[in-house]
């Protein structure tokens, strides 16, 4: 479980992350565009008050617009993401508020709350999240359940995660994901439906898409 005694994001990793992570490895080897999936798929989800969960460089969040009200918190296990997303932001969107926490996911803790009296967040985002969690897929599912209290009853939850397992990967793939899990990743057992479920079991609103080897998903409509 988290926190790691060593830190698996640190700054000069972050330099080379949207070169390397989301502009060649997402889109030759997991077979899923960040321009064309990952980057509309938050243009059309982030909302008034945002939470972006598991921040990284904040890439997505740089390429999306908000209203003059709107407010964006991070939420992270390390420092380095927080610090490079915050003044990323800064420097994009200077007139949006960005208020940033230390927190594990996978801890029984809630998230911290939107900075501003309201029901909840409009939207949270957990990309690449998912796939990086030391636990069991079940155990990363029952962060769908964690988060669904934070979220206004007309907001909407929606991310993706790579999968291990029940999906077909390439041979380049498989190696990546035997190289990768041995020390960012820990996603050999994670499978389409476990997540799709526990989305189910949440939200009445799901829309799932599996994109290479990549799940894509949106979750409206909380079940109380």
Request: hydrophobic share 40%; glycine share 6%.
């Amino acid at each position: 479980m988290w926190p790691f005694n060593e830190a698996n994001y640190p700054a000069f990793f972050l330099a080379v992350y949207d070169a390397w992570v989301l502009h060649t490895v997402t889109p030759f080897v997991w077979r899923c565009s960040t321009k064309k999936t990952l980057v509309p798929l938050y243009q059309r989800n982030v909302s008034r008050h945002h939470c972006d969960i598991g921040c990284g460089t904040g890439y997505y969040l740089v390429h999306s617009t908000y209203t003059p009200d709107s407010t964006i918190t991070l939420v992270d296990i390390e420092p380095a993401p927080l610090s490079s997303t915050t003044t990323r932001l800064h420097q994009s969107h200077p007139h949006v508020p960005v208020h940033a926490h230390q927190h594990d996911i996978l801890s029984p803790a809630s998230i911290p709350p939107p900075p501003s009296p309201s029901a909840g967040y409009d939207s949270i985002s957990l990309t690449y999240v998912l796939h990086t969690l030391p636990a069991s897929p079940s155990v990363k599912a029952g962060v769908f359940a964690k988060l669904k209290p934070a979220i206004a009853p007309s907001g909407v939850i929606f991310g993706a995660t790579i999968l291990g397992s029940g999906v077909w990967h390439s041979l380049l793939g498989r190696g990546f994901l035997r190289w990768l899990n041995w020390k960012w990743l820990d996603n050999y057992d994670d499978k389409p439906e476990v997540f799709v479920d526990a989305l189910k079991e949440n939200f009445r609103d799901v829309k799932c898409e599996i994109v290479g080897s990549v799940l894509v998903f949106e979750a409206r409509e909380p079940i109380v």
